[in-house]
């Protein structure tokens, strides 16, 4: 490419400050065709548009469309003719790469999925192989992952908010929402290790026992959590501008949820109430008490006042689990499927608890010898082939997974409810103005890395 | 390298010992927990026994509501005998073997049978068979509101015709889906509005969830010591 060539790269490339080339021209069976591509919007206005078109692609860099989503719209004015959406910027294999791991390492690759509630994916995924192992969680590892998807659930709905927020022009929203979310992922840390992405919810149980101070903690964090999340309320609920943004604004009712397969907080906005944890209840959920929040107007606004009202009751659900916290094993017993390891804080971290190996080394060659197994080849899963869902706090999120018998996953099949929730996009902006499709996608709240997997 | 033979092994239960897989089946037969295949196992957990294919139907009855509901399909559903190859019930979950092309007729009768009333459709999703010869199927999640339950619908199709019926017509929402099990696995769902791909780029070549598309990767080195890339690594069958 030399200095003196006329393409838009090259002069870009060398001059920054270059006037841009005009736009470019097509002619089409449908017309004359102008792409433009930004500062040469000039070279098309004398241009005789008597029909005019104007084809929108934005993303999947773009701040308002909550990851990376590219949303192509036509528009007639600022009126929304047809909206269709462009995923897979994010896709990375996590289904093909499980079919090479055996059934516990799964979980590190689920959890990465929707990575903004990594404990429903673990749990959702570990539900599924206890299924197909014909096995159950103890006690005390069902009241631990309830525990820890509820405080995940207001995690994420804080995010919701805060991207929402930040879309619609509301930064406060977002810096605030943000601020109480790490409050939660301390507590989160401090159980798993891990703020996210935490790998601690495993087929069989849960990976350790929650550490000591950790009841305390949450119940310190159960005092200041209703005024923090009172706080966003205050900020966002009374919001004239909040409202008028929102109110009546990507309308999708019960039938049209129905159709597209919509489930969590868009569903529930439009009136139904349908929550699989009292619906089709899993891991205890039939023992806690607690409302299913649902609203009626279906619109941006419905789904906002639905996800408050959920942060709400997970905190009842949250104070529930600590009362019925009863001492006990967090992981099956059966020595052929637990995880061996014993962890224990160490001068040098956590890591394998000294006890523990003392034990398989010196005393007894069948822990050794299972902990080699276990570790190495991993456990065999009964061939056969099972979907179990959970509430995620998106929707259904459901596992399909299918094993031949073997250490590895045959397949695992992931329906997220980002995935099929996006399909509404369409049916809530097309006819509206160009800037509530921003409020749509946020009400459906999608994360791409669910979306992609 | 497996550590087990893929053959029939000693001490094998009687008929589930064949080393070729029957049709439609990925199913490793076999004994044990950890593939022991001879030796002294004095655990007795070497004794378990993995059970055989579920290649035909579930015999009756199926028990919990399978079978009230299967009853009222037979009755209310007429071509039920020539759709519905097999009826399933393992784990608690019941399974339609469906004939490919006649998929969205009967997901159309049990959307709107008042008997049936699966509202809902979660989901599409894809499994590979590379060993039998209707390799690819595909598998419907049903639900039902009115009743709450759920129902799979599963069909098989080959590598030479891999065509289905398009249940978009029926749920709108299998658009997505099914767009996503053509990129993955190439079956193609006569009638989707536009199926085109949905993860990978439009100019890909090939489906990446076939058995048969590698995963790739290459060896990294830790500590002095080469490890494999996932795909090469040593497997335990």
């Known amino acids: ?453 | 390298m497996t550590v087990s033979g893929s053959g029939p092994r000693p001490g094998a239960v009687e008929g589930a010992g064949s080393a070729v897989a029957p049709t439609g089946s990925a199913v490793r037969p076999g004994t044990d927990m950890f593939g022991a295949a001879a030796g002294g196992d004095t655990s007795g957990f070497g004794g378990l026994v993995r059970r055989a294919p579920l290649d035909a139907s579930s015999p009756r009855p199926y028990g919990s509501w399978f079978d009230e509901a299967v009853d009222a399909l037979v009755e209310g559903f007429p071509g039920f005998a020539e759709v519905v190859t097999r009826v399933v019930v393992d784990r608690g979950e019941l399974t339609l073997h469906v004939r490919p092309d006649r998929v969205a007729e009967l997901a159309q009768h049990l959307r709107d049978d008042a008997d049936q009333r699966y509202e809902m459709l979660l989901g599409v999703s894809g499994v590979d068979y590379p060993s039998s010869a209707e390799r690819f199927h595909v598998v419907y999640h049903l639900m039902s509101m009115t009743y709450r339950r759920r129902l799979r619908l599963e069909t098989q199709v080959p590598l030479e015709h891999p065509h289905v019926a398009s249940v978009t017509g029926v749920y709108p929402t299998a658009d997505f889906h099914e767009r996503e099990t053509w990129d993955m696995f190439g079956v193609v769902f006569d009638g989707h509005p536009a199926l085109t791909r949905i993860l990978m780029p439009d100019d890909w070549d090939g489906h990446p969830q076939r058995k048969d598309y590698p995963l790739g990767g290459v060896p990294v080195e830790y500590k002095g010591a080469q490890i494999p890339p996932p795909d090469e690594r040593r497997s335990y069958a």
């Open chain 1, 1 to 453: 490419m030399t200095i003196h060539d006329d393409t838009v790269t090259s002069t870009r490339a060398t001059d920054p400050y270059a006037p841009p080339t005009p736009a470019g021209t097509r002619d089409t069976t449908e017309g004359k065709v102008y792409t433009v591509t930004g500062g040469d919007w000039d070279s098309v206005l004398g241009a005789n548009l008597d029909e005019e078109h104007i084809v929108v692609n934005m993303g999947p860099q773009h701040p308002s469309t909550h990851g990376v989503l590219r949303l192509v719209m036509e528009l007639e004015g600022e009126s929304i003719t047809s909206a269709r959406t462009v995923i897979g910027y994010l896709h990375t294999g996590i289904e093909k790469n499980l079919e090479y791991r055996n059934w516990v390492q799964g979980v590190t690759f689920v959890t990465r999925m929707d990575y903004l509630s990594p404990i429903f994916n673990e749990t959702g995924y570990s539900l599924a192989v206890e299924k197909l192992l014909g096995i159950e969680a103890p006690e005390r590892a069902q009241v631990i992952r309830v525990l820890c998807m509820e405080l995940n659930r207001i995690s994420s709905h804080l995010v919701a908010f805060a991207t929402g927020g930040l879309e619609l022009g509301a930064l406060t929203a977002m810096t605030n929402a943000f601020r109480e979310r790490e409050t939660i992922l301390d507590v989160l840390e401090m159980i798993t290790g891990l703020r996210m992405n935490h790998a601690f919810v495993r087929p069989g149980g849960v990976a350790q026992d929650l550490p000591p101070g950790a009841v305390e903690k949450i119940r310190d964090l159960l005092e200041v959590l209703p005024g923090l999340l009172g706080g966003i309320d205050d900020l966002l609920t009374g919001n004239p501008i909040w409202q008028s943004r929102t109110q009546g604004i990507a309308h999708l009712d019960v039938q049209g949820c129905l159709a597209l397969g919509i489930t969590g907080p868009v569903l529930r906005s439009a009136g139904l109430a349908w929550d699989l944890r009292k619906t089709d209840p899993y891991c205890g959920y039939e023992d806690y008490e607690f409302d299913v929040a649902v609203h009626t107007d279906a619109d941006c606004w419905g789904r906002f006042l639905v996800r408050k009202q959920e942060m709400f009751e997970s905190l009842k659900i949250i104070e529930q689990a600590l009362d019925k916290l009863r001492p006990g094993p967090v992981m099956v017993e059966d020595t052929k499927i637990a995880w061996p390891a014993q962890l224990a804080l160490g001068s040098d971290g956590m890591g394998q608890s000294l006890d523990h190996v003392k034990k398989i080394m010196g005393t007894s060659m069948e822990a050794l010898i299972h902990h080699f197994k276990l570790v190495t080849e991993g456990f065999r899963v009964p061939p056969g082939q099972v979907y179990t869902a959970v509430e995620s706090p998106r929707g259904e999120l459901g596992f399909h997974a299918v094993s031949d018998g073997g250490t590895r996953p045959y397949r695992v099949h992931v329906r997220d409810p980002s995935f099929t929730n996006l399909q509404a996009t369409a049916a809530m902006c097309e006819g509206g103005m160009l800037s509530d499709a921003i409020a749509a996608v946020a009400s459906i709240d999608p994360v791409m890395g669910g979306v992609d997997r």
